[in-house]
């Protein structure tokens, strides 16, 4: 913690999630690297973030785009070198930039040289490090499904034995309860710690333990297609990982100011779940909740879902905020059809911007970047491929960054690994760093006014009464009080304000910076955003 402000960058400072594949593209391959993100810092730095969540950058066979590690102390040759990766450390860290890595430990790749040594035999030491059972009745050891369908059970015909995997076949499940597996876990935390690295984001915390005496699931067709219609009461989320939690955490407070944050996948387990993997906010730092990925626009359910997240977190906890990321289409394609799709991409930076909590930014959201199209001979995604055209994967919101107007939208010399958005000549940086109004300055506004007041960074919040159309709060710390007022309509909303002091506009779309806005009836304009100070 920095004495002179006690400015906390995971607590008050605003985090960006960063797809490494499709950022930018130094080395002319189509693909997005690590010298890439190096070579747009200053970029970053002036859009005023303070963290990067880097998507995962390990060695992977790609099968689950990296979500698949052959080897936790690697970087993979698609990303470049592991002097690339110190080198884009150092270069963040110089502009203040911190950077946590994709911790994916439920399961490694089938690649892995721990799982080719485990499946080699059934006493192979590694045996016990995955998740092996004999079957049952002549089949599965149980009725669990996988979160992408079918089994989570995979028969070996060399071994005669089923193992578990929670996703893929190729992604088997870890054995977390075998202590030699979480202490190479935690060493390969240290590898990264001792390298600089800020913290983790840990990918899908509450699969780690499964029920031991492999119980079956009960079938709930209300569970849906994702959940294998089933409720997941043996196969995920058992009694054991605060305990986990704890030494992860223990790993971190080794090193000063570094941090986790958890995902708990997916939606339908709710944000009690999330906030429970805070504990008392010793467990992880931050945790998501991904209510606001799978909901309509629309102010009252909105305010709905953030009043239920706040309700409950624990009193030490700290929430997190987010609208998009790498898993579900991109918030301005779920939400911001033509002709609004820029008012409506403020609106919601003011929100995530302006709520209590640390916002996660996912790269691209910040110039109102709505998701690619992807055709059926584009599908990367292996999700895509097993399901098209029901499923068509997650490949449109992977897609390469509009950087300029150019042939590649200035994101690679070369066709990007993933098509480019037909809008892209119109949606890109340098249109919009040249335009006072875009959506781009807009974010930088905002996160230069999260800077100025500490109400926004650290502050308490507080409803204030208004028009279901609007979202009205109030953020304090010591003397410092921000009003915010945002009009999720496309019609003014009438709204009341009531302020002791006279207010005047820190920032908005509509008004001048400045202007004073007196007590009494406001007309909020259509898609209007406000944040007001004394
Ligand atoms: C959650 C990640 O966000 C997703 O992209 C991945 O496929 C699964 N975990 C499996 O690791």
Redesign the pocket.
């Known amino acids: 913690m920095n004495e002179a402000n006690d400015f906390l960058w995971w607590k008050h400072g605003v985090i960006c999630e960063i797809w490494p594949r499709s950022f930018y593209d130094a080395n002319g391959d189509g693909s997005g690297d690590l010298q890439g993100i190096t070579r747009k810092l200053d970029y970053l730095a002036e859009l005023g973030i303070d963290g990067i969540w880097l998507g995962p950058v390990n060695k992977s066979p790609m099968v689950?785009?990296g979500?698949?590690v052959a080897d936790y102390r690697s970087i993979d040759p698609i990303y470049g070198t592991m002097a690339d990766f110190e080198q884009l450390l150092a270069e963040a860290h110089r502009r203040k930039i911190h950077i946590i890595m994709d911790l994916?430990v439920?399961?490694t790749s089938d690649q892995h040289a721990w799982f080719k040594e485990s499946r080699s035999s059934r006493d192979n030491p590694k045996r016990d490090w995955y998740i092996w059972h004999d079957g049952k009745k002549g089949g599965a050891p149980s009725n669990w499904q996988a979160?992408v369908g079918g089994s989570v059970w995979q028969w070996d015909k060399a071994t005669k034995q089923y193992y578990l995997h929670s996703?893929l076949k190729t992604?088997p499940d870890l054995n977390w309860r075998n202590p030699a597996v979480s202490q190479e876990i935690y060493a390969t935390m240290r590898f990264w710690l001792d390298k600089g690295v800020d913290g983790f984001r840990c990918?899908?915390l509450n699969y780690f333990l499964k029920d031991e005496q492999l119980r079956d699931n009960p079938w709930s067709l209300s569970a849906g297609i994702f959940n294998g219609f089933q409720k997941h009461l043996y196969s995920r989320g058992q009694p054991g990982m605060e305990a986990i939690l704890r030494q992860m955490r223990a790993v971190l407070d080794e090193y000063k100011e570094r941090m986790m944050v958890g995902?708990v996948?997916v939606a339908q387990d709710g944000p009690a779940m999330a906030a429970a993997f805070m504990g008392k906010g010793d467990l992880c730092h931050l945790s998501f909740e991904f209510s606001l990925l799978f909901t309509k626009w629309d102010a009252a359910r909105f305010k709905e879902m953030i009043k239920r997240w706040y309700s409950v977190l624990p009193e030490e906890g700290w929430p997190c905020n987010v609208l998009s990321?790498?898993?579900q289409p991109r918030a301005v394609t779920r939400y911001a059809a033509a002709p609004d799709t820029q008012k409506r991409a403020r609106v919601m930076a003011a929100f995530l911007l302006t709520l209590r909590g640390t916002p996660f930014l996912y790269y691209g959201e910040e110039i109102g970047m709505p998701d690619s199209p992807i055709k059926r001979s584009d599908v990367m995604d292996t999700?895509g491929k097993m399901y098209w055209p029901i499923v068509k994967g997650?490949d449109g919101e992977r897609n390469p960054m509009q950087w300029d107007a150019g042939k590649f939208a200035g994101f690679s010399a070369v066709k990007p690994w993933l098509p480019l958005n037909a809008d892209y000549s119109a949606v890109n940086v340098e249109v919009q760093d040249k335009e006072p109004s875009s959506v781009l300055n807009f974010y930088r506004k905002l996160t230069a006014l999260r800077r100025a007041q500490p109400a926004l960074q650290k502050g308490g919040f507080e409803w204030i009464e208004s028009d279901k159309d609007l979202i009205a709060y109030r953020r304090t710390w010591q003397d410092n009080e921000i009003t915010i007022i945002l009009n999720f309509s496309g019609s003014s909303r009438a709204h009341k304000i009531d302020a002791g002091l006279p207010l005047k506009v820190l920032l908005g779309t509509h008004r001048d910076s400045g202007s004073p806005v007196d007590k009494g009836p406001l007309a909020v304009y259509p898609y209007e955003v406000l944040a007001l100070g004394a």
């Open positions: 689950d785009s979500y698949d994916v439920n399961h979160l996703f992604q990918d899908i995902e996948y990321n790498h898993d999700i997650r």
